[in-house]
């Protein structure tokens, strides 16, 4: 409930329907509602504005408003069953208009209620567009189209979303569309859209052009020199689909989706702030990622051997030692974790830092269904459907899983029986050794709580780290300046009903996992495609893509479902997903714009400029030096050597090293447990990065550095055209104009050190746009 002046509650978008109704009928002795005299009532009278009062006037006597209001007390003021006023269903109408700039039309929307009414609600509703140089909306519905392009209207009523698409075509569209061959289905939405648009596609990109930036999306990395000849020399028709298909079963593509599902789960943070940072179990976590997404299982056994893992994976206690003792001996030897990359489950999601167990719902939401949930916790938000019943019924189903928390004293941690387990067989390894294994032991075991745990020590206010020998409810509970609120039941996002309570000792989980697989579920695939598709074009159809909210609609909606329908329907394959979106058209258009779609942002006529993110970005100068590090760097200590920053050796840059101030420079983020949010890494240009290029030391050094691979560049090719022409292909991916050529070689001429003016050379191209952006 809500303070108020005087002591007038309500609460918050009027959730609690019959506390609100005692509020104004009883509190205060009843003074609010007159219902002899229904005008008379004082909630009317200073809505109004016939009584003075610090809100002012909100409506008219004789409004619709004002009407509703004033009937309703005439009638009694009865409480209507709550149950009979759900509604089941709202009808907007027109739900899509098509029209050109100027023409107006107005909105009707109904809702169909739980027993069977229809009522008319436009007056009761609130109308935003999403574009408002296309397409405005007032109070009352009425549309007035402004602009060229798409819309759309989102009507939000109590409890309730809808939307209406608006798409509005040119005056006069000057020019035909151009016949273009759609390559599959994506292409069929994207062109039907910009026909209707006037918007004209931009060409197919070149091969050279193709080839750079299908190996950077897909693997991280540049194409070699030799690679670029061998592809422009190619004159397969089907040379595309091949290559395609090779780079997605090149153990690079699962090294850079790795990094970016490190991104989306928050692998980080595994201890309380102030302790220093467990990087060897983000490393675990990292490898464990890459060997899943190697062996290409499908998406949803994926998301089950992370959303229901557990420590021990039904093994014997002796069998569970073994394998801490094999990991830590791992990491003092400095080598990759290919034992716990070899569990069937991903523990290491569950051990992060929390601070309650609804946090784990919260994260969930945003890794699994590209959900904001956090706002949840307090209220309800203005701009967005989700209540704190429905993150707390949703939290009910992670309440059975104890975790680790810094904070907690005991904490949440593995028997001491298979501690001693384990150190009995680490007798002979070093002592670093045997004091890791009994610190990483003792940071927590995850298993599935049954009653007896809830009743036995380790449970306090719902949280299930052993911090209290009180007894507890194990359902989720939340304290915000709203007061207190808890649920005790268990509900999926998005539904109304709750589901029966499953028998003790049943994973909660599991049942999750099954609502996820379901193929009318609203978010699961619909989230992963997204971030996919977001991936290669810069921007989600939905976007931001961890906001699918109905309040944000899809530019594409029809699109986004026939992608998510053939992604069920294929078996979650992920790399169908990556080679459907990379087979298409609207991927391989070119970037250079035409008059038509110079300004368009949404409707994907050409491709849009992106700039690599960090850890692709650096490896791809290491790439063009040959070397990773220079005399004198400090490598961190326990990663193995020869990784690249996107396999992994971005995890161990966490101190003020060149390589840790590269990688925040360009926004890599820092996985923090408590920002949920695809936008913390940041992937716009800025000063700082162009400096980087420019003037860092670490840049200079590198260049300098005699084993660089200029020095095998000037041995292996005598004249300056071929030594020019390598220099383009390792950087820029293809060959140089004869412009570009003449350029180079009078340059080169005027320098009095060759190698020098081979190094300068090196030193502009990669810090041109061309280099630093996929294009």
């Given at each position: 409930?809500v303070?108020?002046?005087?002591?007038f509650?309500?609460?918050?978008?009027?959730y609690?329907?019959?506390a609100?109704?005692?509020?104004?009928l009883?509190d205060?002795?009843g003074?609010?509602?007159?219902?002899?005299?229904p005008?008379n009532s004082?909630?009317?009278?200073?809505?109004?504005?016939?009584?003075p009062?610090e809100?002012?006037m909100r409506t008219g006597?004789g409004?619709?408003?004002y009407q509703?209001?004033?009937?309703?007390v005439?009638?009694?003021?009865?409480?209507?069953?709550?149950?009979?006023s759900?509604?089941?269903e709202?009808?907007?109408s027109?739900?899509?208009f098509?029209?050109?700039?100027?023409?107006?039309f107005?909105l009707k929307v109904e809702?169909?209620?739980r027993?069977?009414?229809?009522?008319?609600?436009t007056?009761?509703?609130?109308?935003e567009?999403?574009?408002?140089?296309?397409a405005?909306?007032?109070?009352?519905?009425h549309v007035?189209?402004v602009?060229?392009g798409d819309?759309?209207?989102?009507i939000?009523?109590?409890?309730?979303v809808?939307?209406?698409?608006?798409v509005?075509?040119?005056?006069?569209?000057?020019?035909?569309?151009p016949?273009?061959?759609e390559?599959?289905?994506?292409?069929?939405?994207?062109?039907a859209?910009?026909r209707?648009l006037g918007?004209q596609p931009?060409?197919?990109?070149?091969?050279?052009?193709?080839?750079?930036?299908v190996?950077?999306d897909?693997?991280g990395?540049?194409?070699?020199?030799?690679e670029v000849?061998a592809f422009?020399a190619d004159?397969?028709?089907?040379?595309?689909s091949k290559?395609i298909?090779?780079?997605?079963?090149h153990?690079d593509?699962?090294a850079l989706w790795?990094?970016?599902f490190?991104?989306?789960l928050?692998?980080?943070?595994f201890?309380a702030p102030g302790f220093?940072p467990?990087?060897?179990?983000e490393?675990?976590?990292?490898?464990?990622?890459r060997?899943?997404?190697k062996?290409n299982?499908?998406?949803?056994?994926l998301?089950?051997?992370?959303l229901?893992?557990?420590?021990r994976?039904?093994?014997?206690?002796?069998?569970w030692?073994?394998e801490?003792?094999?990991?830590?001996?791992?990491?003092v030897?400095?080598?990759a974790?290919?034992?716990?990359?070899?569990?069937k489950?991903?523990?290491l999601?569950w051990?992060r830092?929390?601070e309650s167990?609804?946090d784990?719902a919260i994260?969930?939401?945003?890794?699994?269904l590209?959900l904001?949930?956090?706002?949840?916790?307090?209220h309800r938000h203005?701009?967005d459907?989700w209540?704190q019943?429905d993150?707390l019924?949703?939290?009910?189903?992670?309440?059975r899983i104890?975790h680790?928390?810094?904070?907690?004293?005991p904490?949440?941690?593995?028997?001491?029986?298979v501690?001693a387990l384990?150190?009995?067989?680490a007798?002979g390894l070093?002592p670093k050794a045997?004091?890791?294994?009994?610190?990483?032991?003792?940071?927590g075991?995850i298993?599935v709580l049954t009653r007896?745990?809830?009743d036995?020590p380790?449970?306090?206010n719902?949280?299930?780290?052993?911090?209290?020998?009180?007894?507890?409810t194990g359902?989720?509970?939340?304290t915000?300046?709203l007061?207190?609120?808890t649920s005790k039941?268990?509900?999926?996002?998005?539904?109304?009903?709750?589901i029966?309570?499953?028998p003790?000792?049943?994973?909660?989980?599991?049942?999750v996992m099954?609502?996820?697989?379901?193929?009318?579920?609203p978010f699961f695939a619909?989230?992963i495609?997204?971030?996919v598709?977001?991936?290669?074009?810069?921007?989600g159809?939905i976007?931001?893509?961890?906001?699918?909210s109905?309040?944000?609609p899809p530019?594409?909606?029809?699109l986004l479902?026939?992608?998510?329908?053939?992604?069920?329907?294929?078996?979650?394959?992920?790399r169908?997903?990556h080679r459907t979106?990379?087979c298409?058209?609207t991927?391989q258009?070119s970037s250079?714009?035409n008059?038509?779609?110079r300004?368009?942002?949404?409707n994907f006529?050409?491709?849009?400029?992106?700039?690599?993110?960090?850890?692709?970005?650096?490896d791809?100068?290491d790439?063009?030096?040959?070397i990773?590090?220079?005399?004198g760097e400090?490598v961190?200590?326990?990663m193995?050597?020869?990784?690249?920053l996107?396999?992994g050796g971005a995890?161990?840059?966490r101190?003020d090293t060149?390589t840790?101030?590269?990688?925040e420079a360009f926004?890599?983020?820092?996985?923090?447990?408590e920002?949920?949010?695809?936008?913390?890494r940041?992937?716009?240009?800025?000063?700082?990065q162009a400096l980087?290029f420019?003037?860092h030391?670490?840049?200079?050094k590198k260049l300098k550095?005699p084993r660089?691979?200029?020095?095998?560049?000037?041995?292996k090719y005598?004249?300056?055209a071929?030594?020019i022409?390598?220099?383009?292909l390792l950087?820029?991916?293809?060959?140089?104009?004869?412009?570009?050529?003449?350029?180079?070689?009078?340059?080169?001429?005027?320098?009095?050190?060759t190698?020098?003016?081979?190094r300068s050379?090196?030193?502009?191209?990669v810090n041109s746009?061309e280099?630093i952006f996929?294009h």
């Amino acid at each position: 409930m809500v303070q108020g002046r005087g002591g007038f509650r309500l609460s918050l978008f009027g959730y609690l329907p019959a506390a609100d109704h005692d509020q104004l009928l009883k509190d205060a002795s009843g003074r609010r509602v007159n219902l002899v005299h229904p005008e008379n009532s004082l909630f009317l009278l200073k809505a109004t504005g016939q009584v003075p009062h610090e809100g002012g006037m909100r409506t008219g006597v004789g409004s619709y408003e004002y009407q509703i209001l004033r009937n309703w007390v005439a009638a009694g003021a009865p409480f209507d069953s709550v149950n009979n006023s759900h509604v089941k269903e709202m009808i907007v109408s027109p739900a899509r208009f098509t029209g050109k700039p100027k023409e107006h039309f107005t909105l009707k929307v109904e809702v169909v209620f739980r027993d069977g009414s229809r009522e008319d609600i436009t007056a009761l509703c609130v109308f935003e567009s999403n574009n408002r140089e296309v397409a405005e909306v007032d109070a009352r519905g009425h549309v007035s189209v402004v602009g060229v392009g798409d819309a759309a209207i989102v009507i939000r009523y109590p409890g309730q979303v809808g939307m209406a698409l608006v798409v509005v075509m040119p005056e006069k569209i000057e020019n035909s569309f151009p016949e273009v061959k759609e390559h599959n289905f994506i292409d069929k939405h994207i062109l039907a859209r910009l026909r209707l648009l006037g918007i004209q596609p931009s060409e197919l990109c070149d091969d050279a052009t193709f080839l750079r930036r299908v190996y950077l999306d897909v693997t991280g990395a540049l194409p070699t020199p030799d690679e670029v000849r061998a592809f422009l020399a190619d004159k397969d028709p089907e040379k595309r689909s091949k290559k395609i298909e090779a780079l997605l079963g090149h153990p690079d593509h699962a090294a850079l989706w790795a990094t970016k599902f490190m991104d989306i789960l928050r692998l980080s943070s595994f201890h309380a702030p102030g302790f220093p940072p467990q990087v060897h179990h983000e490393y675990r976590a990292y490898e464990w990622l890459r060997a899943r997404l190697k062996e290409n299982i499908p998406y949803d056994q994926l998301v089950e051997r992370i959303l229901t893992a557990t420590s021990r994976e039904g093994r014997s206690l002796e069998e569970w030692a073994e394998e801490a003792v094999k990991i830590v001996l791992e990491e003092v030897e400095g080598k990759a974790p290919t034992t716990y990359a070899a569990r069937k489950t991903l523990d290491l999601f569950w051990q992060r830092r929390m601070e309650s167990d609804v946090d784990h719902a919260i994260r969930v939401g945003h890794a699994f269904l590209g959900l904001r949930l956090q706002c949840a916790q307090c209220h309800r938000h203005p701009n967005d459907v989700w209540t704190q019943d429905d993150l707390l019924s949703f939290a009910n189903f992670f309440m059975r899983i104890p975790h680790y928390n810094g904070l907690a004293a005991p904490r949440a941690k593995a028997s001491q029986e298979v501690v001693a387990l384990a150190l009995q067989k680490a007798k002979g390894l070093p002592p670093k050794a045997q004091g890791l294994l009994k610190g990483q032991l003792g940071d927590g075991e995850i298993w599935v709580l049954t009653r007896k745990d809830l009743d036995g020590p380790g449970m306090k206010n719902g949280r299930s780290f052993f911090n209290s020998g009180q007894k507890a409810t194990g359902y989720a509970i939340v304290t915000s300046p709203l007061g207190t609120q808890t649920s005790k039941t268990l509900r999926f996002l998005g539904e109304r009903e709750p589901i029966a309570e499953p028998p003790d000792g049943v994973d909660r989980r599991q049942l999750v996992m099954d609502w996820l697989r379901r193929p009318d579920n609203p978010f699961f695939a619909k989230a992963i495609v997204n971030r996919v598709w977001e991936h290669y074009f810069g921007r989600g159809l939905i976007d931001p893509v961890d906001d699918l909210s109905p309040l944000n609609p899809p530019s594409h909606p029809e699109l986004l479902q026939e992608l998510c329908a053939g992604f069920i329907r294929n078996g979650y394959d992920l790399r169908w997903l990556h080679r459907t979106i990379l087979c298409s058209r609207t991927y391989q258009q070119s970037s250079v714009t035409n008059d038509s779609n110079r300004h368009d942002r949404r409707n994907f006529a050409s491709f849009y400029l992106r700039r690599l993110p960090a850890e692709v970005l650096l490896d791809c100068f290491d790439q063009v030096v040959g070397i990773r590090s220079v005399p004198g760097e400090k490598v961190p200590p326990g990663m193995p050597a020869g990784i690249r920053l996107l396999e992994g050796g971005a995890i161990f840059h966490r101190k003020d090293t060149d390589t840790a101030f590269a990688l925040e420079a360009f926004g890599r983020p820092k996985r923090d447990v408590e920002v949920v949010c695809d936008c913390e890494r940041e992937n716009q240009a800025n000063m700082l990065q162009a400096l980087y290029f420019a003037n860092h030391p670490a840049v200079r050094k590198k260049l300098k550095d005699p084993r660089n691979r200029l020095s095998e560049i000037l041995k292996k090719y005598p004249t300056e055209a071929e030594r020019i022409t390598e220099i383009f292909l390792l950087t820029l991916s293809r060959m140089p104009s004869d412009q570009e050529l003449h350029l180079a070689q009078e340059f080169l001429k005027q320098t009095h050190d060759t190698l020098e003016g081979y190094r300068s050379l090196i030193w502009s191209l990669v810090n041109s746009n061309e280099f630093i952006f996929n294009h």
